[in-house]
């Protein structure tokens, strides 16, 4: 199982990015897809997730802002941060667990700064 994260950078406060997860070694849509996320200096939080069947749920912290969807076709998820904040500043991983093992992407950095 591979997890491929991209899409990250310097970004202004209010602005977007959207970040691809690209997976290999297991079927996207048969799994249920997490992103998290850890500052500097801080533990990995929960971001977003999405099932099998297709809904999602995100942390209270970026609900109404950041939406996680999944493109079966490229076998890829993705989210997509809008109205960013200097706090949601942090490397960001996908995940996946299969058969009770975690793997994860190398993570991407987001950096939200004037």
């Known amino acids: 199982v591979q997890l491929q994260a991209s899409g990250g950078g310097v970004v202004q406060p209010g602005g977007s990015l959207t970040l691809s997860c690209a997976a290999s070694?297991?079927?996207?849509?048969?799994?249920?897809m997490r992103w998290y996320r850890q500052a500097p200096g801080k533990q990995r939080d929960f971001v977003a997730l999405?099932?099998?069947?297709?809904?999602?749920n995100h942390a209270d912290s970026v609900k109404g802002r950041f939406t996680l969807s999944r493109d079966n076709a490229k076998n890829t998820v993705y989210l997509q941060m809008n109205t960013l904040k200097p706090e949601d500043t942090a490397v960001y991983y996908c995940?996946?667990?299969?058969?009770?093992?975690?793997?994860w992407g190398q993570g991407t950095l987001v950096t939200v700064s004037s």
């Open positions: 995940n996946a667990v299969v058969n009770g093992i975690n793997y």
């Open positions: 070694g297991i079927i996207v849509s048969n799994k249920i």
């Open positions: 999405i099932t099998a069947g297709g809904d999602t």
